[in-house]
């Protein structure tokens, strides 16, 4: 969504924020802006559409940049008005700027009110509606705190705001609701951000900022308070992400850099949850008694997350025989689910942000269900608001499209649905322990084997770039690879890309398959491959071309394929880790060829905090 961030201290306070939004690029990359103090305290919004670079040559006309000590700045995903310079952040009036994360959902009505006190608008943003009504507070109360207070009670929807006020030099106030938020100190002054890894180049030492708290942000220290302005004190936390992360290093893209931490994110994140040879979700509230007794289980996530909930439902259904079932998140929250106290609702989420998996937490919450976070961010709301959570282990990630994640949520539903099995007596203690010690140490190797070869994928993407549309196709524990493959061949390259079961393209999609239609077919497993091979006839005899991604050794005739890349040979349970990886990189090649922007796709957005 957007990302803000705030600084004030003894240094250059434009390097540090300008540093801190391309860090927050991820979240959005419309436009961007800062408002500053000068030297001599007088307060200045800087903005411009586009990338940062743009904010950045715009301030070279601006003498203050160089010596302004306070300011707050904003990335902007525009969701109220088209990017533009005036529709950029920060918003207000001469007496106060903010910057803005999430959406007032009841602007229009803030705006008409302000209007009939004769305030005027420029822009077609819900924020400079929030950003009014916290000066109209401010010219009634004369106090910044009271201000932003009495302002907030009148906003419905979701915000992170940063704001500085003309009459405190040198002060950030911030507060947020449903959108995320830190504060940290460094040597030499103190930050606000969307996000850690924003402020990670200057500090380790930060601190969550809780739903409804104001944070009050001087040089000196960092003063919290509640909604009812007595101050919460609240230690400092060291940061579990260290400034590298938050780096491409020696690689051209993050999504590359990501796909190549994968097999070391997959082992720190299965590692900590494997106790005896065994996985065990105690810590999370979980032990097998509990497990048993559930009478549904769901899980509920968005994009990517979602679909590591479907390879998880085909394993858990396989190994434990007991359903689960998989939810979008933004459907699940409007439908009355059937959910009650003996139910769990696994809420998967790399950021542990998205607005609706977080609204489908809360209503699993209400309705009694136990529910589980699987989060990569420490400290998300996710992870703070579920009965338990697991985190995953896999550090940040900065590319929009998201791959390393992916995987380590596969290792936490396949970890579950070993439990699971175990404690529901289809496996017993020695079959846990097989698939949990392969689970950990050969996966991560059959990933290091295609990051090995990766050179076949580039070359398959640039025979291939060219298509105007793709498929992929599987069967089982392939088709669930499948949607997350079109997502991410379509979400970077821009390239039209959908999954299908591999028996159910003759149903009527196979009217679109033509001859520069590739079709990628994943068959990992040997149980169904000559089903699949059927059907790969059927796309090849409509003059498509067929793209076969199967296991080295498997008996595969020469008329079934146009182009083939091998698996390494392994449990059939465990090909779809190395087949993901191949995905990825097919997409991130096959965009690299096309000259997208990788780790910034058009229209979109990491960490989707709105609905
Ligand atoms: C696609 C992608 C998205 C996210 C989705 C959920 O590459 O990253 O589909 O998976 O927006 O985000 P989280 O996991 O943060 O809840």
Not at 13 to 34: C, F, H, K, M, N
Not at 118 to 136: K, P, R
Not at 400 to 428: C, N, P, W
Not at 544 to 562: A, E, M, R
């Amino acid at each position: 969504m957007c990302g803000i961030i705030g600084y004030t201290g003894s240094e250059n306070a434009v390097p540090r924020l300008l540093e801190g939004l391309r860090t927050l690029e991820y979240r959005g990359y419309d436009s961007a802006g800062i408002a500053i103090f000068s030297e001599k305290n007088s307060l200045t919004g800087i903005k411009s559409k586009g990338r940062i670079e743009n904010l950045e040559a715009k301030l070279s006309y601006f003498p203050d940049a160089s010596v302004s000590h306070c300011g707050i700045g904003h990335t902007r995903w525009a969701t109220h008005g088209e990017p533009s310079d005036i529709n950029s952040h920060p918003h207000g009036t001469p007496r106060v700027y903010i910057v803005h994360n999430g959406i007032i959902e009841n602007y229009a009505e803030l705006k008409d009110f302000l209007i009939s006190q004769g305030y005027t608008f420029s822009s077609q943003t819900d924020t400079e509606a929030a950003a009014l009504m916290i000066d109209y507070c401010y010219n009634l109360t004369q106090n910044p705190a009271d201000a932003i207070l009495s302002a907030v009670k009148r906003f419905k929807g979701s915000y992170a705001i940063g704001a500085v006020f003309s009459s405190e030099p040198g002060k950030i106030y911030a507060i947020r609701k449903d959108n995320p938020l830190i504060a940290a100190i460094s040597s030499d002054g103190c930050f606000i951000a969307s996000d850690l890894p924003a402020v990670l180049k200057y500090t380790d030492n930060y601190m969550r900022i809780d739903e409804g708290e104001l944070a009050v942000v001087e040089q000196s220290g960092i003063k919290i308070y509640s909604p009812d302005k007595t101050e919460v004190k609240r230690d400092f936390k060291k940061a579990e992400w260290d400034v590298s992360c938050a780096t491409k290093g020696e690689y051209p893209h993050f999504m590359l850099k990501e796909i190549h931490e994968e097999p070391t994110a997959l082992f720190q994140t299965l590692y900590p949850i494997i106790s005896d040879g065994m996985p065990n979700f105690d810590s999370a509230g979980l032990n097998d008694t509990r497990l048993k007794k559930f009478k549904k289980i769901y899980v509920v996530a968005c994009g990517t997350a979602m679909h590591a909930g479907l390879v998880g439902k085909f394993i858990a259904e396989k190994m434990a025989r007991v359903p689960l079932e998989v939810e979008i998140a933004s459907e699940f929250r409007y439908k009355n689910p059937i959910l009650d106290k003996t139910d769990m609702v696994i809420i998967i989420s790399q950021s542990g942000e998205t607005a609706d998996s977080l609204a489908a937490l809360r209503l699993a919450k209400q309705c009694g269900a136990y529910t589980l976070g699987v989060v990569n961010v420490p400290g998300s709301s996710v992870a703070r608001e579920a009965d338990g959570v697991i985190y995953t282990h896999a550090g940040p990630e900065i590319a929009v499209a998201s791959t390393k994640a992916y995987t380590v949520q596969l290792g936490i539903m396949y970890l579950f649905a070993f439990r699971l099995a175990y404690a529901h007596e289809k496996m017993d203690s020695s079959q846990l322990r097989k698939y949990t010690q392969e689970l950990i140490t050969s996966v991560p190797e059959l990933i290091h084997k295609i990051l090995d070869t990766q050179s076949e994928c580039a070359a398959i993407s640039k025979k291939y770039k060219n298509a105007h549309s793709a498929f992929f196709i599987g069967r089982g524990l392939d088709y669930a690879l499948s949607s997350e493959a079109a997502l991410k061949l379509k979400e970077i390259s821009y390239i039209h890309s959908e999954a299908y079961a591999a028996g159910e393209l003759k149903h009527g999609t196979l009217s679109l398959v033509c001859e520069d239609t590739p079709v990628f077919a994943f068959a990992g497993c040997a149980d169904l491959l000559d089903k699949t091979i059927s059907n790969l006839r059927e796309v090849r005899a409509r003059g498509g071309k067929v793209v076969l991604i199967c296991q080295q050794g498997f008996q595969v005739p020469s008329d079934s394929y146009d182009d083939i890349l091998y698996l390494p040979s392994c449990d059939q349970m465990f090909t779809i880790f190395p087949a993901a990886t191949i995905a990825q990189l097919i997409a991130y090649y096959t965009s690299l060829e096309l000259g997208r922007d990788i780790d910034r796709p058009r229209n979109l957005a990491k960490s989707v905090t709105v609905e």
